[in-house]
């Protein structure tokens, strides 16, 4: 189970996540976001995720940026993400934001909220 408040600031749609690591909560607030984004016309968005357990595997990271790819990104977009559990491999998030990246979905990974906003807030689309 998962948990995820959703507020608009204004210029970006702001999503904090919490609940358990898994596959398939992470597809499901992928969509819950596509959702918001599609409710307020918000192409801009920063995901603070603090889920608990292990961090996803490359491999399950790879199956969620493939289907979030074919939804989720479909529109025009820049997502700042932020994963607050310290546990969680950075370098397995690199390997996100590279996934993502080569499939042409604007995701940068951030270490903080404020660098995350400092970029959306710089971003036109």
């Given at each position: ?26 597809i499901h ?37 493939r289907t ?58």
């Amino acid at each position: 189970m998962y948990s995820i408040s959703i507020e608009h600031t204004g210029s970006f749609l702001s999503c904090k996540i919490q609940g358990k690591n898994k596959v398939e909560h992470v597809i499901h607030y992928l969509n819950d976001v596509h959702c918001a984004m599609e409710e307020h016309h918000c192409g801009k968005v920063l995901i603070e995720e603090n889920l608990s357990g292990p961090g996803l595997n490359l491999l399950n990271i790879y199956h969620v940026i493939r289907t979030a790819k074919k939804t989720v990104f479909s529109l025009p977009h820049a997502i700042a993400y932020v994963d607050s559990n310290p546990a969680h491999d950075h370098n397995n998030m690199k390997f996100a934001e590279t996934v993502a990246r080569n499939r042409h979905i604007n995701m940068r990974l951030f270490i903080n909220i404020k660098d995350a906003s400092e970029w959306l807030e710089g971003i036109l689309l």
